[in-house]
């Protein structure tokens, strides 16, 4: 179904931007071996508890979220993505922009590369002005 991964996480945050419910589970692999983290949220496990999870924030309306500074690591069978989210959302004072550090994992199987784990913590306003390259000669 999505012959890159980059198209499969374009997918994603469609989905995100729709409230799509379908459209988010046809990214997600049918494995049982899925994992989704959300921000200050619990662990869901497996493909139903995937779908739960959307389902459930899905029903407060769509999550205007866009991918921005994405550092995609891809090798034959599974592609990394860690980026940063950004997710608009209404305040009393207008829009606001909220950062999260997310980690996106695909595979690729049968149906071309389908998500596996998806992983968001919150991050500083400032976040995208942190991201520096480690220069080759730091140890830790």
């Known amino acids: 179904m999505f012959p890159t991964p980059e198209e ?5 945050y469609e989905a995100m931007r729709q409230g799509d419910i379908a459209l988010m589970m046809r990214v997600w692999s049918d494995d049982e071996d899925v994992a989704c983290i959300h921000p200050g949220g619990l662990r869901t496990l497996g493909p139903r508890a ?3 999870g959307w389902e459930h924030i899905f029903a ?3 999550v205007a979220a866009f991918p921005a500074q994405v550092k995609a690591m891809t090798g034959v069978m599974s592609a990394i993505h860690v980026l940063i989210e950004q997710i608009t959302v209404d305040t009393p004072r207008g829009k606001d922009t909220l950062n999260f550090y997310t980690t996106n994992i695909y595979q690729k199987g049968p149906e071309g590369w389908r998500m596996i784990v998806h992983h968001a913590s919150a991050a500083p306003r400032e976040a995208e002005l942190f ?7 730091t140890l830790h």
Not at 8 to 12: C, G, Q, V
Not at 131 to 137: E, G, I, K, S, T
Request: no cysteine; hydrophobic share 30%.
């Open 8 to 12: 499969a996480e374009y997918a994603f």
């Open 50 to 52: 995937v779908r739960e």
């Open 60 to 62: 407060n309306g769509q």
């Open 131 to 137: 991201d520096r390259p480690d220069p080759a000669r």
